[in-house]
């Protein structure tokens, strides 16, 4: 038998675990992406229909992913092959994932502390300019050393171990972020001309419901929710079977979606009250969003640039509790494979980080016209695990468990010590039928839409 040169660590309690899984969930599609989207695919309406999914394909993924954890013990790249030899290959697939997203999203990271650096140094009025954001993700170095910082300090918290890293960060940043987020939301909310951002928000519009809307509510699902990157297959072999499967999934689920919903009344009513009439197509900007207009927005008000800075602090705390899961993932991944000491892993999985990392920073600059199929590295690190792997990984996720090791394998382990399993028919209905075609639907729109052949939300 292998020797194995590490013992598998693991969460202490449930708070512990469902604090660092909700961690991994809530980021930068909560605090950017949700909001506008929700505003502009019919406000209530798309956020029902949001919730919906987010309880039923949602709840049956995530169990799945951290059942698949618990029952082998193992991270992606080792769970399938445990179970059924000939799906060693998904392992791998999966796996993938958090190695591609880990560096991009760690130079997204870096803008979020150069803003945050901005703000409280006093420099706020700079980022409110329209030229900033793309004066300072062009240059060569600079973007490079807030990237490398980013990266650094979430490789610290990796090397302090899943319970005094990850659990003890998530016990302090997660409950900071929920206290930030309400604070700035009853603030944007107070502003003079925020009613009309929060109707748009919350009140449905059908007109601007359309089939695109629900395909664009089960993508940031799956975005949201850290689901098919090798997370939640970690994380599910650190927890404990003390704890219950479905009781954790819905409080991961109902923590995602609170601060997603804080998030739209934080961002919408803000932008209203700072520009009527052109807050719609402010709202699209897509990430200008957050890195042009919401400067604008803070500078412009009274007490703004505390709000921004405590905002740029909450987005930080979101960035970095993901890019910690994002790490944990490869780290596990690379201890499991080359039966490694932890301590070697992290250094493999910084170094690899940084030389992924330092194209898609370099490629908004000097780097511009490197193209791989039409887009700049970043762009294309997110296209290819976001809008390819990802759905064929989830795709075939749902196969294995529906046809291989079938899903009683999976209501089983999540029932193991007494815990009760909610929905198990559902549970089986939708892993077997259901969400195969739903996966599949969403995988050639989001490659059509990725490629600009078919036009997205
Ligand atoms: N779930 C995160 C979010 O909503 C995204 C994410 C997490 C991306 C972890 C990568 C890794 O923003």
Not at 271 to 287: I, M, S
Not at 335 to 362: H, W
Request: net charge positive.
């Amino acid at each position: 038998m292998e020797k194995i040169k590490y013992k598998r660590s693991s969460f202490t309690g449930k708070l512990g675990f469902v604090l660092a899984a909700a961690g991994s969930a809530v980021g930068l599609g909560n605090l950017w992406r949700f909001p506008y989207i929700t505003a502009k695919c019919g406000g209530g309406i798309f956020l029902l229909v949001y919730i919906i999914l987010v309880v039923t394909l949602g709840y049956v993924l995530m169990s799945t992913e951290i059942g698949l954890g618990r029952l082998t013990r193992q991270s992606a790249i080792g769970a399938f092959g445990k179970l059924s030899p000939k799906w060693t290959f998904l392992g791998y697939l999966e796996s993938i994932v958090p190695i591609i997203i880990l560096p991009y999203y760690s130079v997204i990271g870096g803008w979020v502390i150069k803003y945050l650096a901005s703000f409280v140094s006093g420099a706020a009025v700079n980022t409110a300019s329209d030229t900033f954001f793309n004066g300072f993700v062009s240059k060569t170095v600079e973007p490079v050393i807030w990237f490398v910082l980013f990266l650094t300090v979430t490789t610290i918290v990796i090397a302090c171990g899943v319970q005094k890293g990850i659990e003890s960060t998530s016990k302090i940043m997660m409950p900071a972020l929920v206290v930030l987020a309400l604070i700035i939301a009853v603030y944007s909310m107070t502003r003079p001309g925020a009613a009309a951002g929060i109707k748009y928000f919350l009140i449905p519009n059908t007109a601007n419901f359309t089939k695109d809307t629900i395909l664009s509510a089960m993508g940031q699902m799956f975005y949201s929710l850290s689901l098919a990157m090798g997370i939640m297959i970690t994380y599910g072999s650190y927890m404990k079977k003390t704890i219950g499967i479905s009781q954790s999934v819905f409080q991961i689920e109902l923590f995602d979606t609170l601060i997603a919903i804080i998030a739209g009344l934080m961002i919408i009513p803000a932008v209203f009250a700072f520009n009527g009439a052109d807050a719609a197509e402010k709202l699209n900007a897509g990430p200008g969003l957050m890195f042009v207009t919401l400067p604008q927005v803070f500078t412009s008000m009274k007490g703004g640039v505390v709000i921004g800075s405590l905002f740029f602090i909450l987005v930080l705390f979101a960035a970095l509790t993901s890019s910690i899961s994002l790490m944990e993932a490869v780290v596990s991944i690379f201890c499991d494979k080359f039966n490694m000491k932890r301590i070697y892993s992290i250094l493999l999985t910084f170094a690899l980080s940084l030389l992924l990392g330092v194209p898609s920073s370099l490629g908004n600059g000097i780097w511009g016209n490197v193209k791989i199929i039409g887009m700049d590295f970043l762009s294309f690190f997110d296209f290819i695990s976001n809008n390819v792997i990802m759905p064929v990984v989830a795709l075939l996720i749902c196969i294995f468990v529906g046809y291989i090791i079938k899903p009683k394998a999976i209501i089983d382990a999540a029932e193991e010590n007494g815990f009760k399993f909610f929905g198990k028919t559902m549970y089986t209905v939708l892993i077997k039928y259901v969400a195969p075609i739903c996966i599949l639907v969403i995988l050639a729109y989001s490659v059509l839409t990725g490629l600009g052949i078919v036009k997205g939300v």
